[in-house]
């Protein structure tokens, strides 16, 4: 047995979508499998030739949950390479998952699907300290959330080459729960503020060179550079697939846009594989 992929996380996150994904990716998926049964069911997959193993875990909490923390030491003792995928969305749209599909959520109750996700979310929250990553569905489409996965599993038992995310985002709009890198621009020079600039954004060459003019900004990119050639390979030597770096400002519209997209310049100009995701830019325009 090559690899071992627990797949875990809220319910209504995306865990089927996933277990298709990796399934069409070669590997032998069981979903809802029980913990007690995973040594097994990991020994019959040995013995069938079986390189790459995906159990979707549906509910790791209580004394599942410590059954899991058990077996992650087991197998990693026995030399396989095991890594931990949790899948989170915001609560509003877990909620809105379930009411359009029309299913009950499976802690039920009689408070309703908001306090059942707030139930699981407060039950899960060892699990989710356990995850290798964190990916949040809440607004990836079914393609980008199987190319997210995809990345995150590719090479297994090997030494992964790392992807990675640059997101920009605005605080006021939230902070992306699956973030591994968080960095807050607001302390640069603001666009917003200057009224040729407001309706422009960070794409646009009158508001990059307003923000890369700045002493602040320069000083920032290129400490920010230096960081990152030092932890960007601690990361791959770790054997870490999947990076997700954030930057924000107020709004995402100007200042985060700008820098993300210098950064992944620099990531990419390193040889990483990098995305770059600007999640608020088109917000208030």
């Not at 959330?145 to 297994?156: Q, Y």
């Not at 954004?201 to 990059?208: C, K, L, M, Y």
């Amino acid at each position: 047995m090559n690899a071992v992929a627990f797949v875990t996380g809220m319910s209504g996150a995306g865990r089927s979508t996933v277990a298709e994904a990796l399934e069409d990716a070669g590997w032998y998926v069981i979903d809802n499998v029980p913990l007690s049964l995973v040594s097994k069911v990991v020994e019959l997959a040995t013995q069938g030739g079986e390189e790459r193993l995906a159990l979707v875990v549906g509910r790791p909490y209580g004394a599942e949950f410590v059954r899991l923390t058990e077996l992650l030491d087991e197998l990693r003792a026995a030399d396989v390479a095991v890594r931990v995928l949790f899948l989170d969305a915001e609560d509003d749209v877990l909620v809105a998952r379930f009411e359009a599909t029309k299913r009950p959520h499976p802690l039920g109750g009689s408070g309703g699907i908001a306090a059942a996700v707030e139930q699981e979310r407060r039950l899960l929250e060892p699990a989710r300290e356990l995850a290798d990553t964190i990916v949040d569905t809440s607004e990836l489409s079914t393609h980008e959330l199987r190319a997210r996965v995809l990345a995150f599993f590719e090479g297994p038992g090997e030494r992964p080459s790392l992807r990675v995310l640059v997101s920009s985002f605005g605080f006021k709009y939230g902070t992306p729960r699956d973030l591994d890198l968080l960095f807050d621009v607001r302390f640069l020079p603001n666009p917003y503020w200057r009224r040729e600039l407001r309706a422009l954004s960070g794409r646009d060459q009158a508001v990059r060179e307003f923000v890369l003019e700045s002493a602040d900004t320069r000083g920032f990119l290129e400490r920010l550079d230096g960081l990152l050639a030092f932890v960007v390979p601690r990361y791959v030597a770790e054997g870490r697939a999947y990076l997700h770096l954030g930057i924000g400002c107020t709004g995402g519209r100007h200042r985060s846009v700008v820098v993300a997209d210098e950064v992944a310049t620099m990531l990419s100009a390193g040889g990483l594989s990098v995305e770059v995701r600007h999640r608020d830019m088109e917000r208030g325009s």
